[in-house]
């Protein structure tokens, strides 16, 4: 079954952590990109970090928002992908979704990418 399913979303007070993961299904977790976005209510869905993989290693990228606080990685022995979240601040209250692009690059818009979860809430007070 082709699916992706996120878990580890939260209420957390500003200043703490989290660990979002989004496990996959093997078709999916072979794409190349994953990517993380995040959408809060009224407002357009963000993209807050992907990771590209290619021969050699694993490309970061990260939103200029969560830059130095959060962290994308993978575990291909889990065909998991993980966003560790530091330092979290009420702006960052939002769902959470993951998402799998098989093409050659990580798309920069949220409608290009092929695959979705179905979201985990985080929810950030002051």
């Known amino acids: 079954q082709v699916q992706l399913v996120e878990s580890g979303g939260g209420s957390v007070q500003a200043g703490g952590s989290l660990r979002l993961s989004c496990a996959a299904s093997?078709?999916?977790?072979?794409?190349?990109?994953m990517a993380w976005f995040r959408q809060a209510p009224g407002k357009e869905r963000e993209k807050v970090a992907t990771?590209?993989?290619?021969?050699?290693?694993?490309?970061?990228y990260y939103a200029d928002s969560v830059k130095g606080r959060f962290t994308i990685s993978r575990d291909n022995a889990k065909n998991t992908v993980y966003l560790q979240m530091n330092t979290l601040k009420p702006e960052d209250t939002a769902m959470y979704y993951c998402?799998?692009?098989?093409?050659?690059?990580?798309?920069?818009?949220?409608?290009?990418?092929?695959?979705w979860g179905q979201g985990t809430q985080v929810t950030v007070s002051s």
């Open positions: 998402a799998a692009d098989r093409g050659a690059y990580c798309p920069r818009a949220a409608s290009e990418y092929d695959y």
């Open positions: 093997e078709y999916i977790y072979s794409s190349k990109c």
């Open positions: 990771i590209y993989s290619n021969v050699i290693n694993y490309i970061t």
